[in-house]
């Protein structure tokens, strides 16, 4: 049995040959998880599926760059996130630098959620969260990034990327206790 990766090879391989046809194919394979992804950072529908739009068009111009060196589905979604990202840029996005001795508080917490609560409440609860934020947390415990890259993507120092990781964390935590209490009672 063919894997993923073997059965859309030949499609990606027709989209670098501007093959409309393949596009539409390929766009069909990704759209709603690729959509799901955009509107993680931008929170509202129409937004979400123009960035999604104009993430695919990015990636069909630049499919020939493409080199099977990851999965299509990842290289696909990190091209919706850094377009999700620069349209939070161009609306004035506020990300505040911090001072450097928040830092140590960063690396010393333990951070634990009742077992309770489950991922989509954590996931929902985060997308309440001021964009500064949900967008630090959703790229850090969601999508697995470090500071570094968090703060490349984002444009802003570690030390920022860390400490609105930290007080992300805290208020999460604090509204996730909140729900749980209420929950129970």
């Not at 599926?49 to 990636?59: H, P, R, T, Y």
């Not at 508080?105 to 077992?115: L, R």
């Not at 984002?154 to 930290?166: K, Q, V």
């Amino acid at each position: 049995m063919k894997s993923t990766k073997q059965l859309h090879q030949p499609i990606i391989d027709q989209c670098k040959n501007n093959n409309a046809k393949a596009q539409m194919q390929l766009y069909n394979l990704y759209c709603k998880a690729m959509f799901i992804v955009a509107h993680r950072y931008v929170k509202d529908r129409c937004i979400a599926e123009d960035v999604m739009q104009d993430a695919f068009i990015k990636a069909f111009k630049y499919i020939k760059n493409y080199k099977n060196e990851v999965a299509f589905g990842a290289w696909l979604k990190r091209i919706v996130i850094n377009q999700s990202i620069d349209h939070l840029k161009k609306n004035k996005l506020e990300l505040v630098a911090i001072n450097e001795e928040v830092i140590t508080t960063v690396e010393a917490e333990d951070w634990q959620v009742e077992s309770t609560i489950s991922v989509d409440e954590i996931v929902e609860t985060i997308n309440n969260l001021k964009e500064k934020y949900r967008l630090v947390l959703t790229l850090y415990l969601l999508e697995g990034y470090d500071h570094q890259e968090i703060s490349t993507v984002l444009n802003i120092t570690e030390n920022t990327s860390r400490t609105n990781l930290l007080r992300g964390k805290r208020i999460l935590k604090e509204q996730l206790k909140n729900t749980s209490y209420a929950a129970r009672y």
